[in-house]
């Protein structure tokens, strides 16, 4: 296997040229804490972006910074912080998911977040990754030099590329230089908790203080078997304290009954969300299968426990019931719950909607059952004519999102990472 490390735009063009003209394709990674996500790739080369790091642009005024693709988050996180700013996207770091702990962490890149479009829970209030990330320059499967959006927010004059980039897991471009908008940190944050819900009334709860004005940006809910004693509902506010002290107030008013309701701060608060955005609560169950599942809130809860009922799951809420993560037996030789949680989501008459992706779960597993959720075809035929567009031979992560069109056997690219020769050709689309 050839490992090809470019250290500039040019040499990242070189790199998938090579590989285009063997038609041998490459997985891309940069800290590599993702290979857990998606279809396992067997591929022949690596594409390894991890030099193309470091902040190139931040002006903190502007609420605009731009960096190399593999900038480690940490590193972005830290330029912040100075600034008293953020991601307001909230990224997850699912190190402690997939067993890497700290040095998953340390390696997690500001590009793999935006290219698997990962939101925490304050996606409800700011929105998603892919709303966030203003424009890139990168390679495509064509070995072409492109750029899409600009270092302003109002930048699309055409197609809003950045916003197809994220969540194409690497499959259409490889990405070299990012640009995204942050926003400044809240002054001051806190929990509300509301104890004693089963469920459906949680879901309600959460949404009435949603839709009211109380400019939520958390709402979870942990099941009796997460919580301990009951079920919790949890409302995050956030702002200028004067402003947060009075939302809290109003809402325990509307939504709390005496004796139960509290509220978290400070450190308490901030771990709290933490574990959620994280998925903490099933971090420690390794051999579990883990989903997240996004459906309509007002189904949230319904879903949830007919999933438990019909996997014995363990699961909970965030997004104000939008989202639900559930971890399912791992035992050897099922789907790891795959048909089951789909059947749910479509329900009994076949006409709800949602998503479940497959977070974590066995090798073997991620490549017998679609990891991601199936396309309706005219979705699938469109999704494939883009691919066509940006990459038509799959030079780039072959079979990460969907299987690869044949079994392939390629030679091995000749001389190292600074030469090639032409082998057999690929077969593939």
Request: charged residues 20%; proline residues 7%; aromatic residues 6%.
């Amino acid at each position: 296997m050839t490992r090809f490390v470019p250290a500039d735009l040019s040499e990242l063009r070189d790199a998938v040229g090579m590989a285009l003209a063997a038609e041998e394709p490459l997985e891309l990674v940069a800290g590599g804490t993702k290979r857990g996500l998606g279809r396992p790739l067997q591929l022949p080369h690596t594409l390894d972006l991890s030099r193309l790091s470091g902040i190139r642009d931040y002006a903190p005024s502007e609420l605009i910074l731009t960096a190399g693709a593999a900038t480690p988050l940490a590193e972005i996180t830290a330029a912040l912080d100075r600034a008293r700013q953020m991601l307001a996207f909230e990224p997850p770091d699912w190190s402690a998911l997939y067993g890497l702990g700290a040095e998953g962490t340390a390696r997690q890149t500001l590009g793999g977040v935006l290219a698997a479009n990962l939101s925490g829970p304050r996606r409800i209030r700011a929105g998603a990754a892919r709303d966030h990330f203003l424009g890139f320059r990168a390679v495509s499967g064509r070995g072409e030099v492109f750029k899409a959006g600009g270092k302003v927010v109002k930048n699309v004059t055409g197609y809003d590329l950045p916003k197809l980039m994220a969540g194409s897991f690497g499959t259409l471009a490889a990405l070299e230089e990012v640009t995204i908008r942050v926003l400044p940190q809240p002054e001051a944050a806190l929990t509300v908790v509301l104890s004693g819900l089963d469920p459906a009334a949680a879901v309600r709860r959460l949404n009435q203080a949603l839709a009211g004005p109380y400019e939520v940006s958390g709402a979870a809910y942990l099941p009796q078997a997460l919580a301990g004693a009951s079920g919790i509902a949890l409302l995050r506010l956030e702002g200028p304290p004067p402003s947060v002290a009075f939302r809290r107030d109003r809402l325990i008013a509307e939504l709390g009954a005496e004796g139960r309701t509290a509220v978290l701060e400070g450190d308490m608060s901030a771990a709290l969300w933490r574990a959620i955005r994280d998925a903490g609560p099933f971090a420690k169950l390794g051999e579990h299968v883990l989903w997240r599942i996004s459906v309509a809130p007002a189904r949230g809860a319904e879903i949830a426990e007919a999933i438990a009922q019909s996997l014995d799951a363990s699961w909970y809420l965030d997004w104000g019931g939008g989202l639900v993560w559930a971890a399912v037996d791992g035992a050897p030789g099922g789907d790891g719950g795959a048909a089951a949680i789909r059947a749910i989501i479509r329900g009994a008459d076949g006409g709800g909607t949602g998503h479940a992706t497959l977070i974590r779960g066995a090798l073997g597993l991620r490549s017998a059952v679609p990891v991601f959720e199936p396309q309706p075809a005219p979705l699938a035929a469109l999704a494939a004519r883009v691919r066509e567009s940006f990459d038509p031979r799959r030079i780039l992560n072959r079979g990460r999102m969907t299987p690869a069109p044949r079994p392939f056997e390629t030679p091995p690219l000749g001389g190292g990472s600074s030469g090639v020769r032409a082998g057999t050709p690929m077969e593939g689309t």
